[in-house]
């Protein structure tokens, strides 16, 4: 993995965490939140960061307008197919590959823009 995966390495390794995959998605599911709008947030305070809000309406941008047109719609498709479902199985699973690299394409915006933002002068 490249350093602008950084992100993405450090969200694997927070999903992990007992129970944390549960909270998380149940977060989305239930609440509507992004789950990588909430990793983003905890990732920039373990770096003693945060951002302004003119820069989360951004974040929120980047997501809304990606998650919006790809991921979302992966995720309805992958869930709309039985996991029972021995036929649709194989498709399932490439639904679920391709949902994974659109959360990784995902991060990798966010990275940069949290990278560049956290850059910026302060007032």
Not at 32 to 60: C, D, F, K
Not at 67 to 72: I, M, W
Not at 86 to 103: C, N, Q, V, W, Y
Request: negative net charge; contains cysteine.
């Amino acid at each position: 993995m490249t350093d602008d995966e950084k992100f993405w390495r450090w969200s694997l390794a927070v999903y992990e965490r007992p129970g944390m995959k549960e909270a998380l998605i149940d977060l989305q599911d239930r609440c509507g939140y992004s789950v990588n709008l909430l990793l983003v947030a905890v990732w920039a305070s373990e770096q003693h960061a945060a951002l302004t809000p003119h820069q989360w309406r951004s974040a929120i941008a980047i997501v809304e307008d990606w998650s919006g047109a790809v991921t979302d719609r992966l995720r309805a498709a992958r869930r709309a197919i039985d996991p029972q479902s021995e036929r649709l199985g194989d498709l399932r699973t490439k639904i679920l590959s391709a949902e994974i690299d659109a959360e990784r394409h995902e991060q990798k915006a966010l990275q940069r823009f949290a990278q560049s933002a956290l850059a910026e002068p302060r007032d």
